[in-house]
């Protein structure tokens, strides 16, 4: 038997697991770590944080599945996107990693939004605006207040970047992270020019341009005798942490749609071809797939429901700690015994502005049409419906660009529960499929580094042996119609409150 080790390097921590080649999960490690916020818009992490979390994950995931090293063939990669490494000649770190929700770069951002107003940035790097997150907008705060960190960059990486160096001794990036740094052309699939002669970065400063699942090269020996792998073992390419999701779950053809509803609620709709929203909606992104494109974005999701547990249901958490039953699935029994609709409560889910389609940072958290009817249950029942409501206005919006959604592939905290299953299909209209294997971004990373050794013929061969359907939610037709009329409202009440949000903020 053969098998791939995969590495999620997630946001607060890395996950560590190891597949056989039908895809079958054989043990995991999740290794956490804090992250370092040094002022109230400042995010980091050290350097060595993430790599002994690293180490402890792969000799965690060794001792207990006890394989030959040599039988693992490849190593593949799922990462975080934006997070920024700038080295020295020498590859040593010149300090702590940005991380991508670091927020201080807010004066750069709209330095570099002005710069370029007049130029088709959207055409050219896919994103509709320049936002602090973007590496472009950390870049030109790095150049402006910690000059002699910038005058010693060698290169500047992102996080899966820096890893594939570490263990390969390589200088390589994969479009699908590249794509939001805004200095990478997503057409032409080279470096913008323009934008790195503004931050004053030649390309001798970034990584070689690879394919995800691109084969790099094998373990070094020094990190082999670090972390007990084996030489053997090949590094390829990996993909954006989304993407790789979405391959976990199989959304690699045009049709399938995919959301994952954790902290966040994040949508990937895969498409063969580059695409403009006139309206600039939705940005366009670059796939895992060779010269595939995706739409992908991401709004407040779980962690409205995630706020509301935590300040309102101590009681569930008190019977979750008591007995192991999880609380959110209390909460989705009680729920699953209010109308839909919840008798007229309805929430905008924005307590941290809201994305696109919306793109509007300054929407606030609303609950609506609240009466003495309602309890707890109500407003737990609002929230999930409200998150299946942005789920549905992302699918409308995409649908209007000519992307066909035919099915949803659910992944995350929230496909866990089959009565947020039964509603997102209710509410959207459309049948919501989840997957086995509850890690699908290191599945996810896992088809695409063995499709990279030739594992497998192609990404699709490869999703169909290593994705299988767990449950399937088709949509109940007399809630849908319930659901017309609610969400109907739920765009009105958002309508009528944006200049009212706008207003508050000091606009």
């Known amino acids: 038997m053969e098998y791939i080790l995969s590495l999620d390097l997630g946001t607060s921590a890395i996950k560590v697991a190891l597949f056989n080649e039908d895809g079958d999960l054989v043990v995991s490690s999740n290794q956490e770590y804090s992250l370092l916020t040094p002022t109230a818009l400042s995010v980091e992490v050290e350097i060595e944080t993430y790599w002994n979390a690293f180490t402890s994950g792969v000799n965690d995931v060794l001792s207990r599945s006890k394989v030959n090293t040599d039988s693992i063939r490849v190593i593949g990669i799922s990462a975080q996107g934006e997070t920024l490494i700038p080295v020295d000649s020498s590859g040593q770190p010149l300090r702590n990693a940005i991380v991508w929700m670091d927020n201080r770069a807010q004066e750069e951002a709209a330095e570099l939004e002005l710069a370029f107003k007049n130029s088709d940035l959207y055409g050219i790097t896919g994103q509709v605006s320049i936002v602090p997150t973007w590496p472009a907008s950390k870049i030109l705060w790095i150049k402006k207040n910690e000059p002699e960190v910038y005058k010693k960059v060698d290169k500047y990486l992102l996080i899966e970047d820096y890893f594939i160096y570490r263990l390969t001794g390589k200088f390589v990036a994969e479009g699908s992270l590249l794509c939001s740094t805004v200095y990478w052309d997503i057409i032409k699939k080279k470096y913008w020019t323009e934008m790195l002669d503004y931050l004053g970065v030649n390309e001798e400063q970034l990584p070689a341009i690879c394919e995800s699942g691109d084969v790099i090269g094998r373990v070094q020996s020094n990190i082999a005798a670090e972390t007990g792998l084996s030489t053997l073992t090949v590094v390829c390419t990996g993909v954006l942490d989304q993407v790789a999701g979405a391959i976990g779950v199989g959304n690699v053809e045009p049709g399938v749609f995919s959301e994952c509803t954790g902290s966040a609620l994040a949508i990937v709709s895969t498409v063969d071809t580059p695409f403009c929203d006139p309206q600039k909606r939705m940005p366009c992104h670059y796939h895992g797939m060779p010269d595939t494109y995706m739409v992908h974005t991401f709004t407040t999701g779980g962690m409205v429901l995630k706020w509301f547990r935590d300040r309102f249901c101590e009681n569930e958490m008190a019977v979750e700690e008591a007995s192991d039953i999880d609380a959110y699935e209390l909460m989705s029994i009680a729920a699953a015994k209010v109308p839909p609709g919840s008798e007229g409560l309805i929430m905008l889910p924005h307590l941290q502005g809201a ?95 063995g499709t990279g050794i030739g594992m497998f013929s192609n990404l699709k061969e490869a999703s169909r042996r290593m994705v299988s359907v767990k449950n399937r939610y088709e949509p109940n037709l007399s809630n ?12 009105e009440l958002y309508t009528s409150l944006r200049p009212m949000f706008a207003k508050e903020t000091g606009d």
């Not at 309890?375 to 942005?390: C, G, K, P, V």
């Not at 849908?480 to 765009?491: A, E, H, Q, S, T």
């Open 480 to 491: 849908k119609g319930i659901y017309d009329d609610v969400y109907r409202k739920y765009l």
């Open 355 to 449: 994305m696109a389609p919306e793109n509007d940072p300054k929407a606030k958290g609303v609950f609506y049409g609240l009466t003495l009817t309602h309890t707890r249950a109500h407003f737990t029942r609002a929230i999930m419906e409200s998150i299946a409501f942005l789920l549905r206005k992302n699918i409308e919006v995409i649908e209007d660009m000519g992307i066909p959604v035919n099915e949803i592939r659910s992944l995350g905290g929230g496909a866990r529960s089959s009565f947020w299953g039964q509603l997102k299909a209710d509410v959207t209209g459309k049948p919501v499929v989840v997957t086995c294997n509850e890690e699908e971004a290191c599945l996810g990373a896992a088809i695409v580094a």
